[in-house]
């Protein structure tokens, strides 16, 4: 990224719609726009104040109007890049904004890269490492309990924290270091107590931020679940009921689904990513045998498995063989047809076959035991424990570095305990402060930044 550079970008999904916006940012930006623009007024942008806004015309070079546009100024550093932006509201035309975009080019500025805009509130020191991934995750969100985590990350809740977690240490090496540098100074020894409390203390804040990480990466990233079962108990009937929608194709002809079928639903807050599969059986159809082949597939990759049994046709040996297989994973089976007359499954011997999984008894076609799923599905998934905090950990990334700073402080506690000197015990304190700086981007490689920031859409 050369920061000098003046950058635009189209920052709205291209399609149809009411309104586009174009978005200009860097030193020159005001310059820029007002070889475009035109106000009704007369004026020049870079005479109207701060956070106002112009109506008027974009044009081409011959002065020719290209669109109908309100352009807002936005001084820096009180913007979103800490630079001067200009930001138009076009039509939102595919070809307009467009059109707009190659004028803002022809008059000097060029094209951002993906999530430069973003990237240059962090360089800029508006918001830390943290915080602009929390961006991307507030546009990706899938549901409100998501959204709302992102948000929280996007204020800063989680940085807060995790900077007071590094001053703390930080004060800690500078008292040990100045003991170090100026040892015929008046500076006092090293308490070792004290040391040995805020290790404690350190320690303790990672175990609860650590504790309901594997709840916010699951509402970040959702869980892979699949539908597993013989065919024609019901899976894409169950599909249908947990999305609210007829998405699948229902039928009583065995072998109905032949490929996977994949959808999203809301289950609690959660991301439930659901793989409708063929059921799983011995064909001699070439293309059948290839949906089982798929169906096997997911369900080596799935973080949950829903078992579904037809209770009117009985245990089958094709259900006991399912049951083992997803014996020691996470795994809901569901009783399904309890509508029906026929030999049924007794609730003891299925529950003796499914071990620890919990076991809900269904009718796919009323969509009754629905909301017992939804529940036994969300205490697999999340465990009993519920979040209580305010933040918590949802970005793989932070867990490891968060993980890191954890591991450090525990040898730094035990060496302190062993009587090891203070200076000694200061390298694993540093080692946790660069593990806590690569949360917030105070200790993160320049290629990592990189990565972050490819991520992005090119107008964020």
Excluded: W
């Amino acid at each position: 990224m050369e920061a000098e550079d003046t950058i635009a970008a189209i920052s709205t999904a291209l399609g149809e719609a009411g309104l586009g916006t174009v978005r200009v940012s860097g030193g020159q930006a005001l310059e820029v726009a007002d070889r475009v623009f035109r106000a009704r007024s007369g004026e020049r942008l870079r005479d109207v104040p701060t956070y106002t806004a112009r109506l008027g015309h974009v044009v081409d070079e011959a002065g020719e109007p290209i669109d109908e546009a309100v352009a807002l100024v936005m001084r820096g550093p009180h913007s979103y890049t800490c630079e001067d932006v200009v930001e138009f509201s076009c039509h939102g035309g595919g070809l307009v904004l467009r059109r707009v975009l190659e004028r803002l080019l022809q008059a000097g500025a060029r094209l951002a890269e993906p999530g430069e805009f973003t990237k240059r509130a962090f360089v800029n020191g508006r918001i830390d490492l943290a915080q602009a991934e929390a961006v991307i995750d507030v546009i990706r969100a899938r549901t409100d309990a998501g959204l709302a985590q992102a948000q929280r990350q996007l204020r800063g809740a989680l940085s807060d924290r995790v900077r007071q977690l590094r001053r703390d240490l930080l004060e800690v090496l500078a008292a040990i270091e100045a003991n170090i540098d100026y040892p015929d100074e008046d500076v006092g020894d090293v308490d070792r107590a004290a040391l040995g409390r805020v290790l404690t203390e350190c320690l303790r804040e990672c175990d609860l931020l650590l504790r309901d990480s594997h709840r916010g990466i699951i509402q970040r990233e959702g869980v892979r679940t699949v539908i597993a079962g013989r065919p024609n108990v019901g899976k894409s009937s169950l599909l249908n009921v947990l999305l609210g929608a007829d998405r699948a194709i229902v039928s009583d002809v065995p072998g109905t689904t032949r490929d996977v079928i994949e959808e999203t639903a809301n289950i609690g807050g959660v991301p439930v990513v659901i793989a409708d599969t063929a059921g799983l059986r011995t064909t001699e159809d070439s293309v059948e045998r290839i949906g089982v082949e798929r169906a096997r597939e997911k369900l080596g990759q799935a973080e949950l498995v829903l078992v579904v049994l037809d209770t009117s046709a009985g245990l089958l040996e094709e259900d006991v063989e399912i049951l083992e297989a997803v014996s020691g994973r996470k795994a809901v089976v569901v009783r399904n047809k309890i509508d029906l007359p026929g030999p049924g499954i007794a609730r003891e011997r299925i529950e003796a076959l499914a071990g620890p999984h919990p076991v809900v008894d269904m009718c796919c076609l009323t969509g009754e035991g629905r909301e017992e799923l939804e529940r036994a599905i969300l205490e697999e998934v999340l465990g009993a424990a519920r979040h209580t905090g305010e933040v918590y950990l949802s970005n793989t990334r932070h867990v490891e570095a968060i993980m890191g700073a954890r591991e450090a402080l525990a040898e730094a506690r035990q060496a302190l305990d062993r009587g090891i000197p203070a200076d000694m015990v200061a390298i694993d304190i540093r080692r946790a402060v660069d593990s806590l700086g690569r949360v917030t981007g105070e200790t993160v490689a320049e290629d990592l930044v990189e990565e972050i920031f490819s991520r992005f859409c090119v107008g964020k």
